[in-house]
């Protein structure tokens, strides 16, 4: 885009503590008490960590962080930005060989890590002997001393004196591939700010004062720029979930009106309303609702993987918006996003500082937020572009009216059978998710015959008095049905029931066997 001119991190931070104040940005639970933070308190704790950081060295360093998402995860990663450093965010949850792995192919200089990744932190060092310094961030009373001592009127007040290069790198993102090694997505501050300037098709929601629940882990592109970002940006206020355990008592107690979720966390949310019903005849649809979610919700957005339209439905006769994005980190996060008037099968429009379009089936983007390359990986860097310079995102797919863009499968996915028949199984399994019977499914290959492995939906199928043997043929009788219609070479030859969900990677996307042929 031609005059693509975006804020740098601390001039987003500046401007919207200007504008918004003392407005609550960051609402949080600790100890048992809801805990609020303004947008000038958001900046002046964001200051501190960056002139806490720049204490430690005043040249350039890699950072990683390893924490779960909490305000102190929001000042740690804004404080690593602003001070012209990069951010390497990496899973809480990471095993220390893993977390050795990755900071020697991101060139980790130093480590932020919380009490948790303790038991992991000898081990990580002995793996990754070149780290430079280790902190335990321990807990909030040491952040507390932190911004107190590092604060705008502290004898280290000019350590904040720094003008981030906009166009350099500021985050390496690690993908969580379903498959092949993890790469390090370097995008650079203008990309970070860049990609949530877009058009929004839902005006109601990203406005001043909004309630918006993050629950996803901001580790990941998607949570860190569309939860703290861009709510920052519209002047949202944001309450921080923690826990998964907790989504549901922190439900009733923030009330949001919008949540972005995957659509793992959409189906299990649906599931409590209807429990609630069965168990309460006497609620309502909106009693139900309001008993799960809370009174204000409106909107619940969805990305990282597929959503099942029959989801769509479901929600919008409890009086919710359900409607997916799309996008991926190369992009600098988002491609298209929801709308009020975007057809169900859509991942919505594409937006505004982006252009699509499609090459032999395959989705092909070009943005002014597009990642600089992989991390020391050029060739593969290389790889993901066209030689006039667009973005190859993988998918199949196609764009409709109003620009709205359409998934239908992925490039690598492809079953190639002995006969020559190209296959996309996310075809398959989108056919066979529009049954209220399936909570997951995989199509693959083997022995060059096409097998569908399903994970039903027990709690639907419990709900209506279906025994063990009865699911079982209701299902083949699905996949009958989808076979009476398909192509010769799309024909199931095998239906598999699991008792357990699918394995997920990070951001909660099946990860796919190998197909055999």
Not at 179 to 191: E, F, N, Q, R
Not at 267 to 289: G, I, Y
Not at 357 to 367: F, H, L, M, P, S
Not at 382 to 402: C, H, P, Q, R, S
């Amino acid at each position: 885009m031609d005059n693509f001119n975006v804020p740098t991190v601390r001039e987003l931070l500046d401007s919207r503590a200007d504008m918004y104040g003392d407005s609550v940005f960051i609402k949080f639970l600790r100890n048992k008490h809801v805990e609020e933070r303004s947008f000038k308190r958001v900046r002046s704790d964001s200051l501190a960590i960056c002139r806490w950081i720049r204490h430690f060295s005043r040249e350039r360093m890699h950072i990683a962080i390893i924490s779960k998402s909490n305000y102190e995860y929001i000042t740690c990663l804004t404080g690593i930005l602003i001070s012209g450093n990069v951010a390497i965010p990496l899973n809480p949850d990471i095993t220390a060989a893993e977390a050795a792995e990755l900071s020697e192919r991101a060139d980790v200089d130093i480590i932020l890590y919380e009490d948790e990744f303790s038991n992991r932190i000898s081990e990580f060092k002995a793996l990754y002997p070149r780290i430079k310094d280790c902190v335990n961030l321990g807990n909030y009373e040491k952040f507390e001393a932190i911004y107190k001592s590092y604060s705008d009127n502290s004898e280290f007040a000019e350590l904040s004196d720094v003008t981030a290069d906009k166009s350099a790198c500021s985050v390496i993102i690690f993908t969580s591939g379903t498959a092949g090694i993890k790469k390090g997505v370097m995008l650079s501050g203008s990309s970070l700010v860049g990609n949530m300037m877009y058009k929004d098709y839902c005006d109601d929601i990203f406005v001043q004062n909004s309630i918006a629940m993050s629950v996803l882990p901001m580790y990941h592109i998607y949570c860190f720029t569309g939860d703290y970002l861009k709510n920052l940006k519209d002047g949202l206020q944001v309450c921080l979930n923690g826990s998964i355990r907790e989504l549901n008592s922190n439900l009733l107690l923030f009330e949001p009106a919008v949540m972005r979720v995957v659509p793992m966390i959409a189906q299990t949310l649906l599931n409590r309303v209807k429990a609630k019903r069965a168990r309460n005849p006497e609620m309502s649809v909106r009693e139900a609702t309001a008993s799960v979610f809370g009174k204000n919700i409106k909107w619940l957005i969805s990305g990282g993987a597929y959503l099942n339209p029959n989801l769509i439905t479901e929600y919008e006769k409890l009086g919710i918006k359900l409607r997916q994005g799309y996008g991926m980190t190369e992009a600098g996060c988002r491609i298209s996003v929801p709308g009020e008037n975007v057809s169900p099968g859509s991942v919505g429009r594409i937006i505004d500082i982006c252009k699509v379009r499609i090459a032999d089936g395959e989705i092909q983007v070009k943005t002014p937020t597009v990642m600089l390359g992989y991390y020391n990986m050029p060739e593969e860097s290389a790889e993901m572009f066209t030689d006039d310079g667009w973005l190859k995102t993988g998918d199949i797919g196609y764009v409709g009216e109003n620009n709205e863009l359409f998934v239908t499968g992925r490039v690598k996915n492809l079953i190639i059978l002995s006969n020559g028949e190209n296959v996309s199984p996310e075809a398959i399994e989108k056919k066979i998710m529009q049954s209220e019977l399936v909570e997951e499914t995989m199509v693959f290959a083997e022995n060059d015959l096409i097998i569908a492995e399903i994970y039903p939906n027990y709690t639907t199928a419990k709900n209506a008095g279906l025994e063990e043997a009865e699911l079982k043929a209701k299902l083949e009788n699905l996949i009958n049905t989808i076979n009476g219609d398909a192509k010769s070479a799309h024909i199931i030859s095998e239906v598999r029931l699991r008792s357990e969900p699918f394995e997920k990677n990070g951001t909660g996307k099946i990860k796919r066997i190998k197909n055999s042929y």
